[in-house]
């Protein structure tokens, strides 16, 4: 099967031309100059399918590197299954994510490993990877990570919050990347001093503060940048690189661009709800509605200017990629589990759906370029995690993800509107972007069109993947 997808103007990380992409199968094999012969004067009438994207830009599939599809937390579990979920990012031009395999104390990592798997197989609509979070570092899970690093599973998250569930004292951060060190993956960090965190939270619902946003004011960003500069200290002590996870404070990031600039191999993520909302905007909404927007870092000020600060580190290129985190839970019955203590809101907002038009939103108003948007959703996260060539990328031998993406639409978020995630509510609800998804391929197939999913649960394929290709 052949596609041709003509007329529209192809965006990379590093530039944009007028050129027309031939797909054979599931891969590019040609871009073509408009009126170029050399593969036929037809190339149109000889293509089984053509894409018209006349004034539209033709763009890499989205590749969202923080999704939570199904994730068991607080009594509950992220109400996107894969399939939903991947359908959700479908639409949205996503057509990679990498998700996260669990493991606790006690368990065994290839285990859980198995069972995200078994999750995923058969029922996701565009391609996924996995990384796996280690929440019990012993003599096991360390020797488990050379062993997944053969599977594809090339990185591994670790927390610094969450004491009793999730939490790795120093000692096992520094035993976690000293292995790293060895094997060649990545350590990602959520960043956060949980034991500090979980006293102020005691202290807060003993003074009779139980509303949501006492989530935002118990976790200040003291805690986040200490956490980071800890991170960045094991790192640099172990010779390990280091992706940080969700950062929402900037003081945080300024600490990690100054390890930057000592040329330590640390990098940080953030996500759209820290570009675009607040704590007192959002998170301290009257009443319970706050608790839509509880995520773990939380929201920041914008008293304190830092949405402006991030906004700032991804054009400076201190921050390297923006993940959306995706973790839905539903008001109903799911936050509410919170009514009355704060600490009891499952912590996590859903987008996968929204980030590309976000971002670009991002262009509209002048914060970032159109290259720069390509390279933040899409080119510099399939680097980042050992995807490069295959995703990320417009180019012959590449994947088939391709978005269409027309600066003259318009996209209305939330929920009756465009909302095809699994939640009875949207923390973007109300959000205009100037830009629209037009048409989706992923692998060479269409999944999106003329408003319609064309998808189907299964088509999405495990990638097992290389090593960091920042690093090699
Ligand atoms: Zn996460």
Redesign the pocket.
Known sequence: MTTLIRGGTVLSASGRCRADVLIDGERVVALVAPGDTTLGVDLAGAAEVVVDATGKYVVPGGVDV?T?MELPFGGTAASDTFETGTRAAAWGGTTTIVD?AVQRTGERVQDCLAAWHAKAAGNCAVDYGFHQILGGVDEDALKAMDELVGEGITSFKLFMAYPGVFLSDDGQILRAMQRARENGSLVMM?AENGTVIDVLVQQALARGETAPVNHGLTRPWETEEEATHRAIMLARLTGAPLYV??MSAKQAVATLAAARREGLNVFGETCPQYLYLSLEEQLGAPGFQGATWVCSTPLRARSEGHQDQLWGYLRSGDLSVVST?H?PFCLKEQKELGIGDFSKIPNGIGGVEHRLDLLYQGVVDGHISLERWVELCSTTPARMFGLYGRKGVIEPGADADVVVYDPNGHTSIGVGKTHHMNMDHSAWEGFEIQGKVDTVLSRGSVIVQDNQYRGRPGHGRFLPRGLSQYLG
């Open positions: 923080h939570h996260f959520h996870v969700h985190d973790c």
